[in-house]
């Protein structure tokens, strides 16, 4: 069974096996989506590159957009300065600098 809009068509795995993986590609860099079906159950798609590309970047986006909401929605605004939580792991800022003079001066890394 076909079903056709502007730019999605839906076949069955058989309908879609009779056109064949070459006449699928074509229309997929064409611009169609191509959604196959097995029982009226979508199970696959066929779509171009550069519509892949879309939905990656897309993808990313909202992977962005719920990590920054996730921080506002957890931000107390409290900040902790480096040398905080230096001295908070029990370590003194000035022996630490010290510490990698030496080990510079003496070429380790």
């Known amino acids: 069974m076909t079903r056709t ?18 006449a699928l590609v074509r229309e997929a ?3 169609r989506d191509i ?3 097995r029982r009226h ?8 590159v550069g519509r892949l590309e879309v939905l990656r970047e897309a ?4 992977r962005d957009i719920g990590l920054v909401l ?3 929605a957890t931000d107390s ?4 300065g480096l040398d905080d939580v230096i001295a908070g792991l029990g370590f003194d800022r000035a022996e630490l600098e010290a510490e ?7 070429g380790r890394p």
């Open 5 to 22: 809009t502007t730019s999605q068509l839906s076949l069955s795995v058989t309908d879609a096996s009779s056109r064949g993986v070459a």
């Open 29 to 31: 860099e064409q611009g």
């Open 35 to 37: 959604l196959v079906e």
């Open 41 to 48: 159950r979508p199970v696959a798609a066929v779509i171009s």
């Open 59 to 62: 993808q990313r986006d909202l």
């Open 70 to 72: 996730a921080r506002a």
């Open 77 to 80: 605004g409290n900040r902790t």
């Open 100 to 106: 990698l003079e030496e080990d510079l001066d003496a």
